[in-house]
T-cell receptor, first 114, second 113 residues
Framework: AQSVTQPDIHITVSEGASLELRCNYSYGATPYLFWYVQSPGQGLQLLLKYFSGDTLVQGIKGFEAEFKRSQSSFNLRKPSVHWSDAAEYFCAVGARSNTGKLIFGQGTTLQVKP | DTAVSQTPKYLVTQMGNDKSIKCEQNLGHDTMYWYKQDSKKFLKIMFSYNNKELIINETVPNRFSPKSPDKAHLNLHINSLELGDSAVYFC????????????FGSGTRLTVV
């Protein structure tokens, strides 16, 4: 079955510290992978995506993610977290098809300590 | 100009009522979606339309009926609302190939009392 797992429900980091949010997926085909961020009361904003090519992808707001096929992972990283990064982060997986369906992980809440 | 706009942003209603949520996108995308986000923030697809044609209809109660009058609009009508329908409903759109990802609306928080 297709699924996305974000093992960490809640993460707290200090401002200026590095961040890694984990995402593991189970998908039959070569996946499209996405990270979205949701600020309180807002919709989801696309941070970055991977569908082919270089396995290290750069996104907005200084985020990057690395696709590791052997580990079925697509972890999100940021070298230095800012207080404004506090939000909910969602990993999602999909594939080229006429349905366009994305399957989302359960999300990771990021809290940033001053 | 908002790319994907939903109305209303908040909706409080009594059990048994019928309500609609509207969604419009000005991105020229071919595909539109409704997702439900529950109280644990889990996002699950409900429906998708590609150029006015229903593509995905997940196991959603038939009290929920989507309607797409044109490819820029996707509305969600809910009959006989129940307490368990309380959630945030997100509209999204994408190009036919989702390698560019979705663009989401800001959500409609539905509270059934």
């Amino acid at each position: 079955a297709q699924s996305v797992t974000q093992p960490d429900i809640h993460i707290t980091v200090s401002e200026g510290a590095s961040l890694e949010l984990r995402c593991n997926y189970s998908y039959g085909a070569t996946p499209y992978l996405f990270w979205y961020v949701q600020s309180p009361g807002q919709g989801l904003q696309l941070l970055l995506k991977y569908f082919s090519g270089d396995t290290l992808v750069q996104g907005i707001k200084g985020f990057e993610a690395e696709f590791k096929r052997s580990q079925s992972s697509f972890n999100l990283r940021k070298p230095s977290v800012h207080w404004s990064d506090a939000a909910e982060y969602f990993c999602a997986v999909g594939a080229r098809s006429n349905t366009g369906k994305l399957i989302f992980g359960q999300g990771t809440t990021l809290q940033v300590k001053p | 100009d908002t790319a994907v706009s939903q109305t209303p942003k908040y909706l409080v209603t009594q059990m048994g009522n019928d309500k609609s949520i509207k969604c419009e996108q000005n991105l020229g995308h071919d595909t539109m979606y409704w997702y439900k986000q529950d109280s644990k923030k889990f996002l699950k697809i409900m429906f998708s339309y590609n150029n006015k044609e229903l593509i995905i209809n997940e196991t959603v109660p038939n009290r929920f009926s989507p309607k797409s009058p044109d490819k820029a609009h996707l509305n969600l009508h809910i009959n006989s609302l129940e307490l368990g329908d309380s959630a945030v409903y997100f509209c999204a759109s994408s190009q036919a190939d989702i390698n560019y990802g979705y663009t989401f609306g800001s959500g409609t928080r539905l509270t059934v009392v």
